[in-house]
């Protein structure tokens, strides 16, 4: 059974910095791409970033270019995210996913959620201005 349990969601002010977890169970990550998405109140879920299997190759959206990074750690089966000079408007909840397909960096080019299989349950991020 795959699982994903995400933390370091809180509140910050604007400028400020949060580390996002993801724990996963179930699935090696070593095999599977796996993305970053976010759902504000009222909104659509939209991409924020991903890391391909190999974790080589990274994609991100616009948005967070420059300011999110997406890593890993085989070890310890587990994605990051490090959200840095955080804005309002970064303000939702972040969940993280894994890819249908195993050894493929399908997601990083198309960013649509129907391309993750495995989804957590979300860690809310506040920022305040």
């Known amino acids: 059974q795959v699982r994903l349990v995400e933390s370091g969601g809180g509140l910050v002010q604007a400028g400020g910095s949060l580390r996002l977890s993801c724990a996963v169970s179930g699935r090696t990550l070593s095999r599977y791409a796996m993305g970053w998405f976010r759902q504000a109140p009222g909104k659509e879920r939209e991409f924020v970033a991903a890391?391909?299997?190999?974790?080589?190759?990274?994609a991100y959206a616009d948005s967070v270019k420059g300011r999110f990074t997406i890593s890993r750690d085989i070890a310890k089966n587990t994605v990051y995210l490090q959200m840095n000079s955080l804005k309002p408007e970064d303000t939702a909840a972040y969940y993280c996913?894994?890819?249908?397909?195993?050894?493929?960096?399908?997601?990083?080019?198309?960013?649509?959620?129907?391309?993750?299989?495995?989804w957590g349950q979300g860690t809310q991020v506040t920022v305040s201005s």
């Open positions: 996913a894994t890819a249908k397909r195993a050894y493929s960096d399908y997601v990083l080019a198309n960013t649509s959620p129907g391309e993750y299989d495995y």
């Open positions: 890391i391909s299997w190999s974790g080589i190759n990274t």
